[in-house]
């Protein structure tokens, strides 16, 4: 793979490259992605917290990382995660994905130069992690290299970012495949491999994502974010059925994940199932507050785009949704304006 990336990333066009990354990028911090039943529940005093990633052979993860992590990805609460991820900087400043998801919510908040600031936190963190756990350490380099590039092409545009972008992607490949090398079965690198191959799988001309969904069914965990990504990529493939099939095994998983019901949503819509598709519009738009406000103007817009179709009437879309960007602060309003 790390001698044939250059040469297919060139194939696609600018813009394709672009969403490319971000897809990937996403996908790097979410260990997505980036989400049993869980319930979002902090415990009082825990002396180790769980590794959300293994049953077996468990990592150390501080209470705050791992609280963090759940916010994140089971529930979807980005203000509960942001609020345990400035504890875990304080107390757990030795864990790479604190950064990772850090430069995540940076990234849905549009702070750029945030952004950069925690992707080079995750890197350098993890660098210093491989000493003592060549895993992980060599994972998160991995991770910290994606998002410096992300954020180099965001910054120099396509033409000028692309030869560094490329070249921090190489790195990229290079510390993903030590991390193999140490532990092929282990589910956190599976996963963040899985992902990242099925985000190129699908954007790439004459790519195979069978391979990647293979990595992630059998190696990848946690079950919540396997099978989202597994939908994200076969909503992409245009395999809706499939889509739906996988996305509802997330959902039973996190049933209060306002992302998860928006990308069934997403689905349904594409199935031509509006009126499933406005039920899931509305459960994803149901605490508007703990999401960041760019996320809740785009699901609002699709939702109202969604209950156009359905009234076949016309509605303004674009003005509903500037009225949520016009809003004060960074999180989503608690009172939407009304599309019915």
């Given amino acids: 793979m790390i001698k044939r990336f250059p040469t297919l990333v060139r194939r696609i066009g600018a813009s394709a490259r672009r969403q490319l990354l971000r897809k990937a990028g996403t996908a790097a911090i979410a260990l997505t992605a980036m989400t049993g039943l869980y319930t979002l529940s902090w415990p009082a005093s825990p002396t180790r917290a769980e590794d959300p990633f293994r049953n077996s052979n468990a990592q150390a993860l501080g209470e705050n990382t791992e609280a963090a992590f759940k916010a994140l990805f089971v529930a979807g609460d980005y203000k509960a995660a942001t609020e345990r991820l400035e504890k875990a900087v304080l107390s757990e400043n030795d864990e790479p994905l604190v950064y990772a998801m850090k430069a995540s919510l940076a990234y849905m908040q549009t702070d750029a130069e945030a952004f950069n600031s925690y992707a080079s936190k995750t890197r350098e963190t993890a660098e210093k992690l491989a000493g003592t756990n060549p895993l992980r350490g060599h994972l998160y380099t991995a991770v910290g290299h994606f998002l410096e590039g992300a954020y180099i092409l965001e910054k120099e ?4 970012g692309t030869p560094q972008a490329l070249n921090k992607l190489r790195l990229v490949f290079q510390y993903l495949d030590a991390a193999e090398k140490i532990a092929p079965e282990d589910p956190e690198v599976n996963l963040l491999k899985g992902y990242m191959d099925l985000m190129l799988a699908v954007n790439l001309p004459f790519a195979d994502p069978t391979q990647a969904i293979e990595r992630l069914e059998k190696y990848g965990s946690p079950r919540y974010l396997v099978e989202r990504g597994i939908a994200v990529g076969h909503r992409d493939m245009k395999e809706y059925d499939r889509a739906l099939e996988y ?14 019901h928006y990308l069934k949503a997403q689905i349904l819509v594409k199935l031509k199932k509006e009126e499933e598709a406005k039920e899931h519009f509305n459960r994803a738009l149901a605490k508007p507050d703990i999401l960041p406000k760019s996320l809740v103007q785009q699901i609002f817009f699709e939702g109202c785009r969604n209950q156009r179709r359905l009234d076949n009437k016309e509605r303004n879309c674009d003005a509903l949704r500037d009225k949520i960007r016009e809003e004060p602060g960074s999180w989503g309003p608690s009172d939407l304006p009304q599309l019915y």
């Fill in 247 to 260: 996305i509802n095994r997330a959902l039973a998983e996190t049933p209060n994940n306002p992302e998860v």
């Fill in 157 to 160: 545009g396509t033409v000028k």
